[in-house]
């Protein structure tokens, strides 16, 4: 079946439509037309697949990975970079407008990444019959990998020299070390951050710093007295903002980042943090009395933060996400309480539709 592709949504699918219903369409860009294959149809929408490509855009590139059609992992190699980057924003600017109910007043600025390829620290791979690789798009259908290529070479050294036997993620630190039990982050200090192997971090190293030296110019700005920084993982921010100075209630649930967040507030000598266990993710209590509030939740997004924001009067919040839906969803709930002072793109995913984001919001006078 011939399609006309007219827009492109978020998931990073083309879309058009059948008889005025939505298809999504996985490889395929805007103003294709495009063969395709239906693999899902629901009584709201479609889902195919480009089979063919009839009448390609101009900013349509060959994939450099020879898995790209039948790997899960990334889903824009078939655009160049810098219409990647103009997608991505399109996309963000249509989803807080359909789901959070906000229009921004001008497009918001992207950082691009400086290593397009190879970039990625982390990747959680399956393993069958001994060999490495993901799992195709939607399905459970294995694909066996000898090289990723947005992964670190150091990854990609690692699989090809080590048989799999379980599914496991594959981790390489900033000194270079692969999978060993306590891991490195170098962020530019006299010492650089341990964390465990379990721990959550950012998986491009780059873009997770231009996002620190932006949030701290932020904060600087802001020059609050107190902040409470939620979902604080490791210390990637805690660490920063508290050796400029800044006293902080940072707040976590997972015991092997508390751990390693404690370990780092030890090494650095800071006695300006206090460290607070809660989860995030139910109804919570904590100390209110701050002038920002800085949260950086996974793809789960912040709906109980957001429920309590609501019945506060924390003057300024940075909500730093890797989900626009999500991101969406708790805007939306804060909407008539704060106003967007500034929004900043950050492209921390190459080759895939997803995207960081960083919106400064300020308490209304009234």
Known sequence: MKLKITDFANGGYGTGSINGKIVFVENA???????????????GFIRAFATDILKPSVYRVKPKCPYYLTCGGCDLQHACYDYQLKLKQSVFVSTLKRIGKIELNKMPKIVPSERQWHYRRRLNF???????????????????????????????KFINNNRC??????????????????MVMDLGFEQPLFYKKSAFTQVNRDVNLKIIQDLLSEVHSINPASILELFCG????TIPLAKNGYKIYAVELDLSAISSLKRNINNFGLKNVNVVKRNLFESFKIKDGCDLVILDPPREGAKEVAQWLLKRNIK?????????????????????????????????????????SMVVLKLNKD
């Open 29 to 43: 860009l805007p103003n294709e037309v495009v063969e395709i294959e239906i693999v899902q149809e629901k009584k």
């Open 126 to 156: 399956k393993c069958k019959n001994g060999k490495w690789g993901f799992y195709k798009r939607s399905t459970n259908q294995f694909t066996q990998i000898d090289e990723c290529k947005i992964a670190d070479k150091g990854i990609n």
């Open 165 to 182: 036997f379980r599914n496991m993620r594959v981790q390489v630190d900033d000194y270079g070390n692969v999978n060993i039990d306590e």
């Open 234 to 237: 490791i210390g990637n921010f």
């Open 316 to 356: 300024h919040v940075i909500y730093i996400s890797c989900d626009v839906v999500t991101l969406s969803r708790d805007l939306n709930i804060i909407n008539s309480k704060y106003t967007i002072e500034k929004v900043k793109l950050y492209d921390m995913f190459p080759q895939t539709h997803h995207v960081e």
